[in-house]
Antibody, heavy 119, light 108 residues
Framework: QVTLKESGPVLVKPTETLTLTCTVS??????????VSWIRQPPGKALEWLAH???????SYSTSLKSRLTISKDTSKSQVVLTMTNMDPVDTATYYC???????????WGQGTLVTVSS | QSALTQPASVSGSPGQSITISCTGT?????????VSWYQQHPGKAPKLMIY???NRPSGVSNRFSGSKSGNTASLTISGLQAEDEADYYC????????FGTGTKVTVL
């Protein structure tokens, strides 16, 4: 059974750095043609893809947020970490991690974690 | 990159069929057969309904079908049921992943 679970702070202050961890089970981060994406959704708004990392350590970032994002993985811990610097209130959103396979299909999602940016 | 364009809302009566469009460009929807559709109920994570334009994952009802013509992909829900009321998002590969603006489906 494939599961993903996000963890991290629920509240961050403006200008702070957000660090989110995705812990996966039911598959390995070393499986070929598999990876993990981070996707966010501001309250009442649409989904926005942020970044992904594949088993071969290939990484890709949203063009508009690239300068603020870093994604990494620890295969032995089955964890993927996303950091986002210089947080702003507009970054308030539910952050999801999700499994991505082969043809960039996001097939399993975590439950999401709501992060609020406020002083 | 701008989000893929979807209608804000679509509605239908139980038993009817509805179609949701997802319009992009030749650099995303039109350039690859990597269009997916997701269903999201309030307060829940999205669920994959269609991948690679027209393929259904195991466990997804065959009332859901997908297609593509040029730069526009479509999701059709036939035999509309109350449980289909949700938000629906398309996505496409484009050297990364681009999501649509989302469509709220209302069952009248």
């Amino acid at each position: 059974q494939v599961t993903l679970k996000e963890s991290g702070p629920v509240l961050v202050k403006p200008t702070e750095t957000l660090t989110l961890t995705c812990t996966v089970s039911g598959f390995s981060l070393s499986n070929a043609r598999m990876g993990v994406s981070w996707i966010r959704q501001p309250p009442g708004k649409a989904l926005e893809w942020l970044a992904h990392i594949f088993s071969n350590d290939e990484k890709s970032y949203s063009t508009s947020l690239k300068s603020r994002l870093t994604i990494s993985k620890d295969t032995s811990k089955s964890q993927v970490v996303l950091t986002m610097t210089n947080m702003d209130p507009v970054d308030t959103a539910t952050y999801y991690c999700a499994r991505i396979i082969g043809d960039y299909v996001v097939d399993y999602w975590g439950q999401g974690t709501l992060v609020t940016v406020s002083s | 990159q701008s989000a893929l364009t979807q209608p804000a809302s679509v509605s239908g009566s139980p038993g009817q069929s509805i179609t949701i469009s997802c319009t992009g460009t030749s650099s995303d929807v039109g350039g690859y057969n990597y269009v997916s559709w997701y269903q999201q109920h309030p307060g829940k994570a999205p669920k994959l309904m269609i991948y690679d334009v027209s393929n259904r994952p195991s466990g997804v009802s065959n009332r859901f079908s997908g297609s593509k013509s040029g730069n526009t992909a479509s999701l059709t829900i036939s035999g509309l049921q109350a449980e289909d009321e949700a938000d629906y998002y398309c996505s496409s590969y484009t050297s990364s992943i681009l999501f649509g603006t989302g469509t709220k489906v209302t069952v009248l």
